[in-house]
């Protein structure tokens, strides 16, 4: 069987101000994978991944990358590794083109390699018009794709996006989602991804993590996770407001706007059921959707559910003290 | 890395730090040059013709090589604490931490970077020189061996500075409290023979002055300390100083968490 792509064990790092940022997390990531690394602010997603990346000291734990231990191997397992922060972290006042051409340079690729890549990269990402500009002038979008062209450079194996589409209009995070599904299905680039768009992640990812409090509390497929949801709520927009509340038995139904009701459908109940009873009532329905994106809610549902127990963790430390 | 590997990664980075100080060069090569030329017109022609003669030679010749010295000292430290802490405040410091660089590859091409400009203005200031005065170069080996050890020193120690930095002033500091007084005290305008016995001694704990009198000696064959003695201080300051900046490195002092 092959090597994951990234294997951690009993990953631990404390912050010097004594913060336990990650607890011992186990993690595996199959060669070939599009993988969601999931998790609220202070999760301890950016951790893991600097700790992967050497940008972050760990305090215990084994992290391979395709078989190699970086504690014995990092810079052989670098050379498989590539990076997109989640902060710009690029010289604002270089050249579009001698970033990336630097960036090749670590990694030992000559000039003459590096440049017909390094316009492939940039004209795949839509920067190559760009590149004698410096990096200051492009917009978010185009500093964000310039990252990834960065990391892309030395055809890493594995690839680490750090919130890729933070703050990215509509139609260039679609079109940087279909420039990520292609370099996993025709390079076969692993790639993992953390981000704050669920949609994103439902979207693009075979498998998902979920971290809270320094630890994973879920590591499942997509698909999986998915079909574990118990409850989903739809919203529906009738074709004239309604005075109060229908009452649809077995559902909980409320009143968003006055011509929009919410109602909460769990598991094995019938949609048909709802509007039988709605049409009943009189109440026409126009049209329908899902209040949030599934996998949200199932995050939504986890993390809050975390935070319980951490709270009542924090709750008896504090009482014992 | 392969040794080829490890030579292109060298030279992209130095090659970068090149392309840094020549892109702005209004910042970082006209402003020494003109200040050197300020030295030259005021302390060498107009007040060095009323002093007249030190240790044998007109002000103006003696003044010359320390003040080459001083730019080649200033802007190679400057150089590498201002390039390097910029890298850590824009966080492209991370560009290099994520490749397989070896960390004695990023110490060395920040070196090597700032010792091009150290040893670039240092040209500049000699050229500017030529105005003023005619120079002859007594033991041209050991100027060029003197200069290029001083200049990897003062890089190295720029470098130091730079990974202990933690804001712009850190890197300023430095520069302005040490360097210019330990430079202006270390013999670049006198000879140290002028001053009082207990003053002569508490010259000879100034690093700056054995360079200082080792590039002069080159210049001008005269020199107030052991010239041998003086540069075998300087490579065992450059070696202790490189293991340092290494191991800080390799820690990740300054620039992991």
């Known amino acids: ?321 | 890395m392969s040794a080829t590997q490890v030579a292109i990664a060298l030279w992209t980075l130095v090659l970068k730090e090149i392309k840094r100080f020549t892109r702005i060069w209004p910042q970082t090569l006209l402003p020494p040059s003109i200040t050197m030329a300020m030295y030259f017109i005021i302390f060498g022609s107009l007040i060095g013709s009323r002093i007249g003669e030190m240790d044998g030679f007109s002000y103006m010749d003696f003044i010359v090589p320390g003040l080459i010295m001083m730019a080649v000292i200033t802007n190679s430290y400057s150089n590498v604490a201002s390039s390097f802490f910029s890298n850590k405040f824009q966080r492209s410091v991370e560009e290099m931490m994520v490749s397989p660089m070896p960390n004695w590859v990023i110490l060395a091409g920040f070196v090597l970077g700032g010792m091009a400009r150290g040893l670039g203005v240092g040209a500049i200031v000699t050229l500017v020189s030529l105005f003023f005065t005619r120079i002859s170069v007594a033991h041209p080996l050991l100027t060029l061996g003197v200069v290029v050890l001083t200049a990897a020193l003062f890089s190295i120690g720029g470098f130091i500075n730079a990974l202990l930095a933690n804001k712009f002033d850190d890197v300023s500091i430095v520069p302005t409290f040490v360097l210019t007084p330990l430079t202006y005290l270390g013999g670049v305008f006198y000879s140290i023979s002028l001053l009082p016995t207990f003053w002569q001694n508490a010259s000879l704990l100034n690093p700056i002055l054995y360079m200082v009198n080792v590039f002069r000696h080159g210049f001008l064959g005269v020199s107030d300390i052991p010239v041998g003695w003086a540069l075998a201080a300087i490579v065992a300051f450059i070696v202790v100083l490189f293991a340092i900046a290494l191991w800080m490195l390799e820690q990740g002092k300054g620039i992991r968490s």
């Not at chain 1, 990269?121 to 500009?133: A, E, I, M």
């Not at chain 1, 229908?246 to 919410?262: D, K």
């Not at chain 1, 319980?308 to 014992?320: F, L, N, S, T």
């Open chain 1, 1 to 321: 069987m092959a090597e994951p792509a990234l294997s951690i064990r009993g990953l631990t790092k404390v912050y010097g101000n004594g913060f336990h940022a990650l607890k011992g997390i186990d993690l595996d990531v199959e060669q070939g994978d599009f993988f969601a690394l999931l998790g609220p602010n202070g999760a301890g997603k950016s951790t893991t991944l600097g700790v992967v990346c050497s940008l972050v000291q760990k305090t215990a734990g084994q992290v391979s990358i395709f078989g190699i231990d970086i504690d014995r191997d990092f810079a052989r397992a670098k050379y498989h590794l590539g990076v997109v922060p989640q902060e710009f972290n690029f010289n604002q006042f270089e050249k579009v083109l001698d970033i990336v051409l630097a960036q090749a340079g670590y990694y030992g690729m000559p000039r003459r390699e590096a440049l017909p890549r390094a316009e492939q990269l940039l004209k795949d990402l839509g920067l190559w018009d760009k590149r004698n500009g410096s990096a200051r002038m492009l917009s978010g979008g185009m500093k964000r794709r310039l990252m990834i062209a960065r990391a892309l450079m030395h055809r890493p194996k594995l690839l680490i996006l750090d919130e890729p589409t933070a703050g990215v209009d509509i139609e260039l995070r679609r079109s940087m989602w279909e420039y990520m599904r292609r370099i996993n299905r025709e390079e076969g680039t692993t790639i993992i991804l953390t981000t704050h768009y669920l949609e994103e992640a439902e979207s693009l990812c075979r498998n998902v993590a979920i971290i809270n409090h320094g630890e994973i509390v879920r590591n499942t497929g997509v698909r999986e996770l998915l079909a574990e949801l118990d409850t989903e709520t739809f919203l529906l927009d009738l074709a004239h407001p309604v005075a109060q509340v229908p009452h649809i038995e077995g559902f909980e139904v409320s009143q968003v706007e006055g011509a929009q009701l919410a109602v909460m459908v769990h598991r094995g109940q019938r949609l048909n059921d709802v509007f039988a009873a709605l049409d009943e009532q009189g109440i026409e329905v126009v049209s329908m959707r899902n209040r949030a994106n599934r996998l949200e809610e199932m995050f939504v549902s986890m993390v809050e559910q975390g935070n319980g127990e951490h709270r009542e963790v924090v709750d008896r430390a504090e009482v014992g003290k």
